[in-house]
């Protein structure tokens, strides 16, 4: 910058230009002054016009501010000039943050506003797909009594016939037919062989015992029911898939949740009263549910829609049971019957009304080899029943109070009861009576029971969750996580992870840690 000095005035000029004439640099006010007097370049004498000039780029020149503050009185009206321009700042920002504030202060009212808003349609939105779902099988359930001119058949319609022909006669039997019992048998063949093969070893894969007493909770999933009726009354796993768990709870609906995603794949809705019992079919994607409005349904998983409804009891279901064809369900009821039925056409194949008893039934099983029936009574009683003959076979008395659950190990000897007599009792089913009683503490409420599949380990829910070692009947495990009273208990594969309900509306997952 130091080179652009004017050839006129000898100074640093403010808007340079150079003259293509003579290269000299100039002033621009002060050449073009001289131009316009004499029409030549000053320093070639060559003729010159503004045109021809050209603009250097140049960064601006900053003149030093002249030294004004020589005195004091000038020193201080400089600083009250400075403060004045201070002040000045300082109230234009007070009056920006207050205007900020009062947007900020509208906007977060706005947001609010929409939140309720939309709180308010997703209930909304809720209440009308529940009503939805109730008012699908009602208007199905009134297609049959139309004439076939009336509703010609459709797709729909014909999915859904077997399910309002089975309503439409709850009490008509098929009997026990002949193809019926050489089916069972051969089944109770194959599962006996199979068992004598496997002999008493454990397999390979089975979670050690070891293991099992040092498991923790791996999650707890408080969402799979409504929140406005809480508890989960009963849960399954899919053996083909065992990271689906079906749940039945208080709000009438049944749930399928995969703990692998953590999410609930499908909701079952149908059901006007609570699911107190869930059956997952164990090589299909089939749930069966029974509930106290005295029906059970057949679900489709992937679709959430109902195969069939089954109608062939008078009271609440209490008990229900998959046979281990994987084509007839067992259910009781308060009834006082238990009923063998088809899940493949929604038939009533037998029913037993234990008239010698004359009280209800609150649990039932079949025994592994699906040839025997286990119920358990509001007396105190349970009942081992003759499936074929429909005979009652022997009795265990023992317990002091109605029997809330019942399993069969899968070695096919052992029986595990219990009710609100805070014991759990195993009988011998070869013998015939109760060679161990596990004593719990007072108070102790059992909900559920449930021997593992390789019959090695025993599963306790009720005021606790505990794991018992078959045979030798030590405890293993003993979680406290649910704050209320756990209602249901399963093994997964090879016993690597144990799920467990309660009315405090969750599952809980149990594992290594």
């Known amino acids: 910058m130091a080179s652009l ?38 320093i070639s004498q060559e003729p010159l016009s503004v045109d021809q000039l050209v603009e250097v780029k140049a960064s601006p020149l900053v003149k030093p501010k002249p030294p004004s503050a020589t005195s004091i009185p000038a020193i201080l009206k400089s600083l009250q000039d400075e403060w004045d321009a201070v002040m000045l700042h300082s109230f234009k920002l007070r009056q920006q943050l207050q205007t900020a504030r009062q947007e900020l202060s509208h906007a977060l009212y706005q947001h609010d506003a929409a939140c309720r808003v939309i709180a308010r349609l997703n209930k909304e939105v809720t209440a009308a797909r529940e009503a939805l779902a109730t008012l699908k099988p009602q208007a199905g359930a009134a297609t049959p009594m139309l004439t076939p001119s009336h509703a010609p058949p459709t797709p729909t319609h014909a999915a859904e016939t077997p399910v309002h022909h089975a309503a439409a006669q709850p009490v008509e039997e098929t009997g026990m037919t002949s193809e019926i019992m050489e089916k069972l048998q051969e089944k109770a063949t194959v599962l006996t062989q199979e068992r004598k093969k496997r002999g008493k070893t454990v397999p390979e894969d089975l979670m050690s015992a070891e293991s099992i007493s040092n498991f923790v909770t791996q999650s ?13 009354l009963s849960v399954d796993i899919f053996a083909k898939d065992t990271s689906k768990i079906l749940t039945g709870g208080a709000d009438k609906n049944a749930s399928v949740f995969n703990k692998d995603i953590e999410q609930v794949v499908a909701v079952l809705k149908g059901h006007s009263k609570k699911v107190n ?21 057949i679900w489709n998983v992937p679709t959430a829609q109902t195969i069939q409804i089954m109608r062939v009891h ?41 008239q010698a008893g004359g009280v209800a039934l609150t649990c039932a099983q079949f025994h592994p080899d699906g040839l025997l029936v286990g ?21 265990f008395p023992g317990h002091a109070g109605p029997i809330s659950a019942l399993s069969f ?21 070869r013998k015939l009576k109760n060679f161990k009683t596990l004593q719990l503490e007072e108070g102790y409420e059992v909900r ?9 380990y025993l599963g306790v829910a009720g005021t606790d969750v505990r ?45 290594p840690a």
């Open 5 to 42: 000095i004017c050839a006129i005035s000898s100074e640093v000029p403010e808007v340079p230009v150079v003259s293509p004439v003579s290269g000299q640099v100039y002033e621009r006010r002060l050449i073009e002054k001289y131009i316009e007097e004499n029409g030549k370049d000053p």
């Open 220 to 232: 707890s999933h408080p969402g799979l029911h409504s929140a406005s009726v809480p508890g989960i």
């Open 277 to 297: 019992r869930v059956v997952y079919h164990p090589t299909e994607d089939t749930a069966i549910t029974g509930s106290h409005d005295t029906t059970v349904r």
């Open 314 to 354: 008078d009271g609440p279901i209490t008990g229900l049971s998959l046979h281990a064809t994987g084509d007839y369900v067992l259910t009781t009821s308060t009834d006082q019957c238990s009923a063998f039925s088809d899940i493949r056409t929604g038939r009533l194949v037998t029913k037993v009304n234990d």
């Open 375 to 395: 119920t358990g009574t509001a007396e105190a009683l349970i009942k081992i029943w003759d499936l074929k003959e429909g005979t009652n076979v022997a009795n």
């Open 409 to 429: 190990s899968e070695n096919g000897y052992y029986l595990a009861t219990a009710c609100d007599d805070n014991c759990v009792k195993l009988w011998d089913l």
């Open 448 to 456: 559920d029971l449930c021997f593992d599949s390789s019959g090695t």
């Open 467 to 511: 794991v018992y070692l078959c045979k030798q009947w030590n405890e293993l495990l003993s979680m406290r996580d649910h704050t209320a009273t756990a209602t249901g208990i399963r093994f997964g594969d090879n016993s690597r992870f144990i799920a467990s309900t309660s009315m405090d509306r969750t599952l809980k997952i149990y594992g």
